[in-house]
């Protein structure tokens, strides 16, 4: 067992962990990421949350950070998520019209405050999606014979995508936590093993308690093997 990420909140982890060296060094390797791992990039490299060790007493992410974190199941994985100020004018975006806006502060912006979030975005570096699991997936992850198994697909959507409805909620949130409640994977074409891939999701709408996102998988051929839409909801305020 690896020594416990001493993490207070996903907030502040986000804004001063970097992915380890050696992970990066890895997926450099891979000329295609080289876009999204350069200094030019506008996604920030860190480590993927839910694989880090909790500690002994802590049983949170055991599938992700003990079971699926070995050299012949998932030997590398990173989370690209855009900067600081791209992730504020998402929260706009995605909050301007919604009750469940991440802080009282978000809530009821007016157009003129629309308006200066599009001109922001066009001197913002954009980000084409909200976050990005980049990972390594090894032969004893097969369903059929040198292909990833179709559940451990879906769970790495799920995870990608609860990481990045986490990114959106402030510290001081008044939102709860969210939940997966409905998870529609495509299986568009097999993912051969080993391989290295990106899941790249999108939060597309908030309305209330409900998030919508999508996310898809492809390899270095940018081939889309995997697409999936999901359903989130906040838990209600005082818990479940
Ligand atoms: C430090 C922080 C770390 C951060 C890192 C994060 C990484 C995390 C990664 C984690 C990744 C792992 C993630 C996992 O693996 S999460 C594990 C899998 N998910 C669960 O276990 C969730 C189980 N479900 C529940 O507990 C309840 O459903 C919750 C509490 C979520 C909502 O129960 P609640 O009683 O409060 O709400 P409601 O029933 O009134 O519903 C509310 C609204 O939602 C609509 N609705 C509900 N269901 C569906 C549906 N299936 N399709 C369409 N719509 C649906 C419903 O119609 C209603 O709409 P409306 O009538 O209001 O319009």
Known sequence: MSTPHNWTTYTAFLRTSRASESDLKYFAL???LAPLLSPGS????????????????????????????????????????????WLALRRKELFASSTSSPSSSQQNVTGEEKE?????QETTQKAEYDFILLTSLAPSLSGFTD??????????????????????RNDDDAVQELFTVNLNVTYRRPVPLPGVYAIRVRVEK??????????????????????????WVAARKGGL
């Open 42 to 85: 506008p996604y920030r490299s860190v480590p993927f949350f839910s694989r880090l060790e909790k500690g002994e007493n802590n049983t949170l992410d055991r599938f992700f950070n003990r079971v699926i974190n070995t050299n012949d199941t998932i030997p590398h994985a990173i989370a690209l998520v855009p900067g600081d100020e």
């Open 30 to 32: 891979h000329p295609w």
């Open 147 to 168: 292909t990833a198994h179709g559940g451990l697909l879906s769970a790495l959507f799920d995870e990608a995508m609860g990481c990045c409805t986490a990114a959106f």
């Open 206 to 231: 908030t309305e209330g308690r409900k998030w919508w996102l999508k996310g898809e998988l492809v390899g270095g051929d940018g081939v889309v093997r995997t697409s999936a839409e999901s359903l």
């Open 116 to 120: 200066q979030a599009t001109t922001e």
